[in-house]
Every structure is written in structure tokens, then in C-alpha cells.
């Protein structure tokens, strides 16, 4: 089956701009993470979804950043006002949810750069 | 405290050898689930092995096992009769409790095989 699409690919703007990121989860998975690896790092948490709601927005770095899930299948994440610190790979993830193993699931994710 | 520490960030094998990646873990609960994950140069994490922490034996799948040292906080990673195509970012990752789902990610080891 298909897995976490991500889109697009790469994305190349401004200081200053605004940029949405998309994620597509795997059918049937109703917990959806977002995280960013920033060069020669692990991935770091930003948001966790289960469902359409946000459970756990901790690793938002700032009110610059912000995630949705309308209907508790795609996720945009949103940058507004772009800073070139913000310049890194952001990757998906889905999963079944709940208890127990839950794996994730990782797209190939967005590599932003922000010049 | 880091949560997950990996001490090799680069590590170099033959083929057809065996190859043990570090992994040590901080978490004070007693509920936690470790995993760990391959990124390819094409950036999708893929996963690899999990084991929870009453997991009364060592996780295997295929080529992977998980060496899992409950007392010492390690869980390393065994790839037997290494493969060329095992040439990749490995990263070990941590998900505490069982109603939290954020993973927590070590920086990685890169491992080369050579021909």
C-alpha cells in the first residue's frame, strides 16, 4: 500500500515568506507527527495529532510555526515568516496510535531552504 | 540529559561481517518502547527493530537484532552478514510511557560497508 507521501519535496524561499508543508498519512492511521532534522542531527519533535486535534504541540519551536489536520487525514505545517534557521528537512510520520509497539511510519520528507 | 545517546557517529564494516550500532537510553518510567530506524541517502527513515521495555527477550527481524541491557539503559543494534546496501544513517529512538507518543531520537551513526 501507498506509505507517508509528503509534499513537495523541496522547497526553496525567501526570509520572510510564508510556506506550507503537506503530509499524507497512511490510510487508517489516525495519529499523525511531524518532526525536523536540521543537518547531521536526529529527528526532532514538533506536533503529534491524533485524529483532527493537536495532543501534543511541545516541540514548536515558536508562534511562527503551525500545524493542522482538518479532517484527521492530511496535515499542513505552516512557517510564517520564514527565518534561515528554519532551513532543514521536516518529516511526517503516521501511525495506528494508541498503546503498545504504535510504530511510526515516515515519509521522505520536505527539505526547506530558506535563504 | 540527553534521552538517547549514540556515541559512534560514523562506523565501517566489511561485508558478510557483523556490526554492533551503540545505543544507551535516559527515562525514569517504567513503560518505554525503543526503536530503531535506517535513513537511506534518500532521506525516508525506515523502520528496523522495536522492543518494549518488559520485553522479556531480545527483539530479532531477519538480519537485525536488538541487544537489549535493561540494567545498563543500552539497546544496540546487531546487523549480521552485512550487506552492502546496509550503507546508511542509523538512528535509535525512544517513546516513554504508554500514552506518550513522541519519539525521541539520538544523533545517529553512519555506517559504511565495505566491498
Known amino acids: 500500500g501507498a506509505g507517508v507521501s509528503q509534499t513537495p519535496s523541496n522547497k526553496v524561499t525567501e526570509k520572510g515568506k510564508y510556506v506550507e508543508l503537506r503530509c499524507d498519512p497512511i490510510s487508517g492511521h489516525t495519529a499523525l507527527y511531524w518532526y525536523r532534522q536540521s543537518l547531521g542531527q536526529g529527528p526532532e519533535f514538533l506536533i503529534y495529532?491524533?485524529?483532527?486535534?493537536?495532543?501534543?504541540d511541545s516541540g514548536l519551536p515558536n508562534d511562527r510555526f503551525f500545524a493542522v489536520r482538518p479532517e484527521g487525514s492530511v496535515s499542513t505545517l505552516k512557517i510564517q515568516r520564514t527565518e534561515r534557521g528554519d532551513s532543514a528537512v521536516y518529516l511526517c510520520?503516521?501511525?495506528?496510535?494508541?498503546?503498545?509497539?504504535?510504530?511510526?511510519?515516515f515519509g521522505a520528507g520536505t527539505r526547506l531552504s530558506v535563504l | 540529559a540527553q534521552k538517547i545517546t549514540q556515541t559512534q557517529p560514523g562506523m565501517f564494516v566489511q561485508e558478510k561481517e557483523a556490526v554492533t550500532l551503540d545505543c544507551t537510553y535516559d527515562t525514569s518510567d517504567p513503560s518505554y518502547g525503543l526503536f530503531w530506524y535506517k535513513q537511506p541517502s534518500s532521506g525516508e527513515m525506515i523502520f528496523l527493530i522495536y522492543q518494549g521495555s518488559y520485553d522479556q527477550q531480545n527483539a530479532t527481524e531477519g538480519r537485525y537484532s536488538l541487544n537489549f541491557q535493561k540494567a545498563r539503559k543500552s539497546a544496540n543494534l546487531v546487523i549480521s552478514a552485512s550487506q552492502l546496501g546496509d550503507s546508511a544513517m542509523y538512528f535509535c529512538?525512544?517513546?516513554?510511557?504508554?500514552?506518550?507518543?513522541?519519539?525521541?531520537f539520538g544523533s545517529g551513526t553512519k555506517l559504511n560497508v565495505k566491498p
Open positions: 510520520a503516521s501511525s495506528l496510535g494508541g498503546q503498545g509497539k504504535n510504530i511510526q511510519y
Open positions: 495529532f491524533q485524529g483532527t486535534g493537536a495532543a501534543d
Open positions: 529512538a525512544m517513546r516513554e510511557g504508554e500514552n506518550f507518543n513522541k519519539f525521541y
